[in-house]
C-alpha cells in the first residue's frame, strides 16, 4: 500500500488556467506538507497542515490554495497558472511536527 | 538567514570506494539534521535524523555524523544501487516542523 498519494502524477496545462494536485496518506500521521522542487532540486516549503489547520505559509502567492478536508487529505489548487509554476510539487506528512517527513512521489507541472 | 550548502554536487564513484558528503548548515537553534535520498521520478525517502554534535547514525552502507556546524554522509564500499540524489535538511527549534533543505549531491556509483 503506498503511504502518501498524489494524483496526478503528470499535469501538462496552458497558462492561466486552474488546476488541482490531490494528497492523500495512509500512514495515520496528523501533519502534512506541500513542497516545491524547481529545475535546479531544491525543495522548498510551502504550507504545512496538522490536523486541517494551517502551520506554516511560506510567502507563497495566493494563487496557491491549500484545503485539508480531514487529516488524511491536503489538496492543493492553483489559480490562473504562470510559467514559473512549472515544476514539481511533493506532499508529505509526518505523525508530528518534529518526526520524520515521508513524501509522496510528486506531481510534476508542466505549463505551456 | 538559514543556510543549507551541500558539496560537492556531483559525485561519480568506482564500486566499493568509499566517500564522503557534507552538508554545512548555519542556523541558530537546531533541533535535528534529517538526511534523505531521493531517486530519479520519486520522492526523497528518509534515512536518518541527527539531533546533537557527536552523534552517529548508521544504515547499512551509510554512516551520518554531526558537528555543530557541518554533517557528513560516508558511502562505504558503494555499490551501484546506492547511485541517487542525497538531501540534508536542517529543522529549528522556534520554526516548528519546517524543514530547510541544501541541494543534494548527486551520486553516481559505476560498476
Known amino acids: 500500500d503506498t503511504a502518501v498519494s498524489q494524483t496526478p502524477k503528470y499535469l501538462v496545462t496552458q497558462m492561466g488556467n486552474d488546476k488541482s494536485i490531490k494528497c492523500e496518506q495512509n500512514?495515520?500521521?496528523?501533519?502534512m506538507y506541500w513542497y516545491k522542487q524547481d529545475s535546479k532540486k531544491f525543495l522548498k516549503i510551502m504550507f504545512s497542515?496538522?490536523?486541517?489547520?494551517?502551520?506554516i505559509n511560506e510567502t507563497v502567492p495566493n494563487r496557491f490554495s491549500p484545503k485539508s478536508p480531514d487529516k488524511a487529505h491536503l489538496n492543493l489548487h492553483i489559480n490562473s497558472l504562470e510559467l514559473g509554476d512549472s515544476a514539481v510539487y511533493f506532499c508529505?506528512?509526518?505523525?508530528?511536527?518534529?518526526?520524520?517527513?515521508?513524501f509522496g512521489d510528486g506531481t510534476r507541472l508542466s505549463i505551456l | 538567514e538559514d543556510q543549507v550548502t551541500q558539496s560537492p554536487e556531483a559525485l561519480r564513484l568506482q564500486e566499493g570506494e568509499s566517500s564522503s558528503l557534507n552538508c554545512s548548515y548555519t542556523?541558530?537553534?537546531?533541533?535535528?539534521l534529517f538526511w534523505y535520498r531521493q531517486d530519479p521520478g520519486k520522492g526523497p525517502e528518509f534515512l536518518f535524523t541527527?539531533?546533537?554534535a557527536g552523534e552517529e547514525k548508521e544504515k547499512e552502507r551509510l554512516k551520518a555524523t554531526l558537528t555543530k556546524k557541518e554533517s557528513f554522509l560516508h558511502i562505504t564500499a558503494p555499490k551501484p544501487e546506492d547511485s541517487a540524489t542525497y538531501l540534508c535538511?536542517?529543522?529549528?527549534?522556534?520554526?516548528?516542523?519546517?524543514?530547510?533543505f541544501g541541494g543534494g549531491t548527486r551520486v553516481l556509483v559505476k560498476p
Open positions: 508529505a506528512s509526518s505523525q508530528d511536527g518534529y518526526q520524520p517527513q515521508h
Open positions: 500512514l495515520g500521521h496528523d501533519t
Open positions: 497542515y496538522n490536523n486541517k489547520e494551517l502551520i
Open positions: 541527527l539531533y546533537s
Open positions: 535538511a536542517v529543522q529549528k527549534k522556534a520554526a516548528g516542523n519546517k524543514l530547510t
Open positions: 542556523v541558530s537553534g537546531l533541533r535535528g
